[in-house]
């Protein structure tokens, strides 16, 4: 039972993860579109790239490694909202132990 409970909230992770990065990806549209400013490509592509990777994550440790890499990527995108005097955010991430 224990097993099936670790899987469901790795299941649950992933999602959270997958939710995240589309926000960030949307944030990146939004803020281009309003502002009328130029979007920075590769921080977008960086997220197309993490989004891609997440569903074929198997276990927590290559989903720990997506987190991490989605948490630069993360400040990297609140540093860019920042230059433009735009409102940054901040994601709440997942743990194995949560």
């Known amino acids: 039972m224990a097993e099936y409970d670790d899987f469901l909230l790795f299941l649950k992770a992933k999602e959270i993860c ?3 990065l589309k926000s960030m990806q949307s944030s990146l549209i939004q803020c281009a579109d309003d502002k ?3 979007m920075e490509d590769s921080l977008y592509q960086r997220t197309i790239v993490e989004l891609d990777g997440a569903p074929a994550m ?3 440790e290559e989903l720990e490694q997506l987190i991490d890499q989605s948490k630069i990527l993360e400040r990297d995108i609140d ?3 920042s230059y433009h005097d ?3 955010y901040s994601l709440a991430w997942p743990t194995k132990s949560s």
């Open 18 to 20: 997958v939710e995240n």
């Open 79 to 81: 540093a860019w909202l």
């Open 36 to 38: 009328q400013v130029d």
């Open 86 to 88: 735009l409102t940054s």
């Open 58 to 60: 198997e276990s927590w």
